[in-house]
């Protein structure tokens, strides 16, 4: 309910910063005037028309996910490209609308402040959103299942990061004598995993070892509504460089051989 | 004499087989592995089967199907492994509070006896009593209890638990007998041992207790992991098909031992070595050496030695 509401404030808040970035933009490209010349009711118009359009289009680049960080360029670049979208869509519904042409200094204008406002936006309100998930009791209780250095690596990280995703327990298949893991308890072997899913309200779950449980464990989290995730460690792929990609539609864990960046967008 | 059964582990290394079934009702060749046990026990014997309350129903439920009025359910009030009595514990407990003065027939019920009980039984002579069984193997055996003989082929020399270099190939099976007069001697064993049942051999040893050994070459398993239960249903089973009631196996290939539960279709599949419990339905599907829990639905995968988890729904889209 919690991250519901937080997303819901998030879109809304989102529409707002589109409309009022535009508006911003008309004023400083106009002057702080109503100008009859060119009407700012159907400039506001066309950019709430605009806003719900964009907001989709923002959506497909996945900037909302809980597990997406703001603060990367990649995202800085989704931003920009839904932003490119918006100012296209905007320019076509006010020609459509009104059969009028204005200002291109104005477009850009708008462009670039809505794209900064948003991802400065974002940036701060991740930060709060992330703070507020992470509250007792955790929004998204996280379990880890295996033992290894990478878990340790992974808490660690997760904490660093401030993420949504909160571990609350780990489950270790061969058994171990530790007690807990950065902090997390280590509650037993597999055996517990029905009691640990249901007693700490489990959401997300993530497999770092015993790659041999893996369709078990997908199961229980298909049964219990729970996303399940999986380190590449566990496959060996341990230098972070693996990416899930389409093979002819055929979705693949690919690792690339190490090249140029032209290869990177090209291979 | 009065039989009792102990069936409270765990079995963590059998998940998800045991998630929600004690190891001892896990079905082998058709029956649980607890009615092979049952049934092999005279009728005369009653016969208490102790285990924890996390798999309760699952032995009450079980009990309905044994046709055996001397059946008793005896429930350790735990759910935990690390809160168990331990085998010791509840064997002591159990003689306390039942006021046992019977001699009492201890078995474990994991463990699948090929012999007859009726035999061991008529061995007994009022020493403590096990059954062991030659491994063949000391690497293997130092994952049991190893027995090592006196001149007289008989009693027992020296019994070690699970030593770190086993002198002998001769292992107990989790079959005993212990008289009467030693169940002071239990008692105050498993007071500071819980656990492992072979000690209370040892320590009947070093009191100078003479242990008697009953050896025996008929089949015998030790269900403790995935492949000591496909091996156990390997040699049971034989290079057969076992078709559960309303089980149906069309148009598929079969290698090796097979056994189908209740109710379990298998249609246009390659199935080797492979164990499917009931309720479950398999499609297009190549399994080679995996056990399949019940109400699994399974449609155009290829597993090789996995044990798949009760419920679980796997459907390829890409056939």
């Known amino acids: 309910m919690r991250s519901k509401v937080l997303l819901a ?56 996910f809980l597990t997406h960080n703001q603060r990367t360029l990649r995202n800085g670049s989704y931003i920009a490209y839904a932003g490119a979208v918006g100012i296209s869509i905007f320019t076509l519904l006010y020609y459509f609308e009104f059969t009028a042409f204005f200002s291109r200094m104005l477009l850009l204008e708008a462009l670039i402040i809505q794209i900064a406002l948003t991802w400065v936006w974002h940036i701060g309100y991740d930060k709060f959103r992330r703070m507020k998930l992470r509250s007792f009791p955790p929004a998204f209780p996280t379990l880890l299942v295996g033992v290894t250095r990478e878990t340790a690596a992974l808490i660690r990280h997760l904490d660093r990061r401030r993420s949504a995703l909160v571990p609350v327990a780990i489950l270790e298949n061969k058994g171990t004598k530790e007690k807990e893991i ?3 308890p280590v509650l037993g072997k597999l055996n517990k995993l029905e009691e640990v899913l249901k007693t700490h309200k489990i959401t997300h779950l993530i497999q770092c070892s015993d790659l041999e449980q893996s369709i078990n464990l997908l199961s229980a989290c298909r049964k219990e509504g729970i996303t399940y995730m999986l380190l590449p460690s566990v496959l060996g792929i341990v230098e972070r460089d693996e990416h899930i990609e389409s093979l002819e539609g055929w979705p693949v864990t690919a690792v690339h051989p190490k090249g140029s960046v032209a290869q990177r967008f090209f291979a | 004499m009065h039989a009792f059964i102990l069936a409270g582990g765990f079995a963590t290394r059998l998940w998800p087989l045991t998630e929600k079934r004690a190891k001892p009702l896990l079905p082998l060749a058709g029956l649980p592995i607890l009615t092979h046990i049952v049934e092999k026990i005279p009728l005369h014997i009653p016969v208490t089967v102790s285990t924890n309350a996390a798999f309760k129903n699952g032995f009450l439920e079980w009990k309905e199907t044994i046709d055996r009025p001397s059946l008793q359910i005896m429930i350790e ?6 809160k168990k009595l331990g085998t010791n514990g509840a064997i002591a407990q159990w003689l306390r509070d039942e006021k046992i003065t019977d001699d009492v027939l201890l078995l474990t019920g994991d463990n699948y006896l090929g012999f007859s009980i009726e035999n061991f039984i008529a061995s007994y002579t009022g020493n403590p009593l096990l059954a062991a069984y030659d491994i063949g193997d000391k690497h293997e055996a130092r994952k049991f209890g190893t027995v090592i003989l006196s001149d007289d082929g008989r009693s027992v020399a020296a019994f070690e638990e699970k ?3 086993a002198k002998t190939t001769l292992v107990s099976t989790g079959c005993y007998i212990v008289p009467a007069s030693s169940f002071a001697m239990l008692d105050a064993y498993a007071k500071t041992h819980p656990d492992f049942i072979g000690g209370i051999f040892e320590e009947f040893l070093r009191m100078k207790t003479r242990v008697d050994c009953f050896r025996f070459e008929e089949c015998w398993f030790d269900i403790g992991s995935f492949e000591t239960y496909l091996n156990a249903t390997k040699k049971l089973v034989g290079d057969h098909l076992l078709l559960g009631d309303g089980a149906e196996m069309v148009s598929s290939m079969r290698e090796g031992s097979v056994v189908i539960g209740q109710n379990s279709k298998v249609d246009q599949s390659t199935i080797t070595d492979t164990v499917i419990f009931d309720d479950c339905e398999i499609v297009d599907c190549v399994l080679e050496r995996c056990v399949i829990d019940s109400g699994c639905s399974l449609k155009g995968i290829d597993l090789t030695g996995k044990m798949i988890r009760a419920g679980t729904i796997l459907r390829s889209l890409t056939r």
């Open chain 1, 182 to 184: 950065e902090g997390v």
């Open chain 2, 77 to 82: 009030p735990t759910f935990a492994d690390d």
């Open chain 2, 163 to 165: 030593p770190a270099e």
């Open chain 1, 9 to 64: 404030a998030w879109l809304l808040s989102d529409i707002i910063i589109f409309i009022g970035a535009y508006a911003l933009a008309y004023f400083l490209r106009v002057g702080f005037i109503f100008s009859s010349d060119f009407p700012f009711d159907r400039y506001l118009l066309t950019a709430l028309m605009t806003s719900p359009l964009w907001l989709i289009v923002m959506s497909t680049t996945r900037t909302f």
